[in-house]
């Protein structure tokens, strides 16, 4: 139980195109989502949070208009990155936390690999 | 500000070796700790929640306490499978999680 899903694992743009990720909890009701970035050798780092039907709240230097998220569905959040330029390259990881999943813990997608040329 | 300091950035182990990892952190009003398990190109793995001071967890050749200040991660008689990153994370009233910024295990053959 507990499986959160992404589409696409690997995604290669050229600079100025946007790409859409989508984030699925397949056996759960995801009422809040977690998007993270993750640099090579580092750890995650937490860009936004959605919940369900809500805006999503950004962490301090996310650019919301550059990272777009939404939460239309308990099972779907999506992360557009627009206009995308090579230093957005990066790997993309969604989490997931619902009713079935203990209060706190997070379950977390594969990740998505993003390179923009 | 919450922060987790993981210990040490990398440790390399012969197979059935056993050691322990290292998460200390501070936080205002811990509300859980978490371990993870991270392979080169994948999203983490879920290992273990632990809530209170002296709870504990296994799962097969690992086992996770906690203190009021530290965590340790106990790996007994490794396999080269147990090779990944192992990430400590924790949950404070902000209910965002902080991640320490892992440590690198190989297990040698």
């Known amino acids: 139980g507990a499986v959160v899903s992404q589409h696409p694992s690997w995604v290669i743009c050229k600079s100025g195109t946007s790409v859409k990720i989508e984030c699925r909890s397949l056996?759960?009701?995801?009422?809040?989502m977690f998007w993270y970035r993750q640099f090579p050798k580092q750890s995650l780092m937490l860009m936004a949070t959605?919940?369900?039907?809500?805006?999503?709240?950004?962490e301090q230097g996310v650019e919301k208009d550059k990272f777009l998220i939404n939460h239309a569905s308990l099972t779907l959040s999506t992360l557009t990155v627009t206009s995308a330029h090579p230093e957005d390259s990066s790997f993309y990881i969604c989490?997931?936390?619902?009713?079935?999943?203990?209060?706190?813990?997070?379950?977390f997608g594969p990740g998505t690999r993003l390179t923009v040329l | 500000e919450d922060q987790v300091t993981q210990s040490p950035e990398a440790l390399r182990l012969q197979e059935g070796e056993s050691s322990s990892l290292n998460c200390s952190y501070t936080?205002?009003?811990?509300?859980?700790l978490f371990w993870y398990r991270q392979d080169p190109g994948k999203g983490p793995e879920f290992l273990f929640t632990?809530?209170?001071a002296g709870e504990e967890k296994e799962k097969e050749r690992l086992k996770a306490t906690l203190t009021k200040k530290e965590s340790f991660l106990h790996i007994t008689a490794p396999k080269p499978e147990d090779s990944a990153t192992y990430l400590c994370?924790?949950?404070?009233?902000?209910?965002?999680?902080?991640f320490g910024s892992g440590t690198q295990l190989t297990v040698l053959p």
């Open positions: 632990l809530y209170s």
């Open positions: 056996d759960f009701q995801a009422t809040t």
């Open positions: 959605s919940n369900e039907g809500s805006k999503a709240t950004y």
């Open positions: 994370a924790v949950q404070a009233s902000a209910r965002q999680l902080t």
């Open positions: 989490s997931a936390r619902g009713q079935v999943t203990r209060a706190n813990e997070q379950f």
């Open positions: 936080v205002s009003g811990l509300r859980g």
